[in-house]
Structures are given as C-alpha cells and as structure tokens.
Nanobody
C-alpha cells in the first residue's frame, strides 16, 4: 500500500510565494514520474509540472519561469516552489506519483492567491 501526503497550501497575496510538498510512504520501488496538477472551480484539472526519475521536467506554459518542481528520491518527496503567484493560480493542487504498478494521488491542498 502507498500513502501520499501533501502539505504547504494556504492563502497568499499576489506576488507571494508558497512551497508545496508531497511525500509517499509504504512499500514500493521509486516512482518513475512525479507530478503536480491543479483544478480551479468550474475548470478541468490541468498538469502544472512533472519531473521524471532522470530529472527531466515539464511545465505548463502558464507557470514557466515562476514555478519549479524538484524531487528528493531519498525521501520519496516532490516539491513545487511557486513564486510570483497570481490570482489565476488559485486552485486545489494535487500530486501524483507514477509507479510501474499504477498511479497514486495526494488528497489535494488549497492554494488561494488573493489580496
């Protein structure tokens, strides 16, 4: 069984920063892919950023240059550093771990960007 726990969401003013963390625990072989997704009210869930086991990253165009995804393989943790936050970044952010046997999702954490 795999457990995924997220942390780090909250309320921040426009232009501010937040760092999200997502840790996996249980019995597994290291995931080959970790990603962050978000879903705003009334919108479909979208990919924000992903990082492969070799370190290759992909970002949504809307967050390039502002968000940075990273991973700590020893801790089975993925991070999302979010800078220069905008009101349109407001959403529930969820992480996904991809293993050979399937995908596991975090519970989601709310990020609200508002003055």
């Amino acid at each position: 069984q795999v457990q995924i726990v997220e942390s780090g969401g909250g309320l921040v003013q426009p232009g501010g920063s937040l760092r999200l963390s997502c840790a996996a625990s249980g019995s597994f072989i290291n995931p080959y892919l970790m990603g962050w997704y978000r879903q705003a009210p009334g919108k479909q869930r979208e990919l924000v950023a992903q990082i492969f086991s070799g370190g290759i990253t992909n970002y949504a165009d809307s967050v390039k240059g502002r968000f940075t995804i990273s991973r700590d393989n020893a801790k089975n943790t993925v991070y999302l550093q979010m800078n220069s936050l905008k009101p349109e970044d407001t959403a529930v952010y969820s992480c996904r771990f991809s293993f050979a046997r399937g995908d596991y999702w975090g519970q989601g954490t709310q990020v609200t960007v508002s003055s």
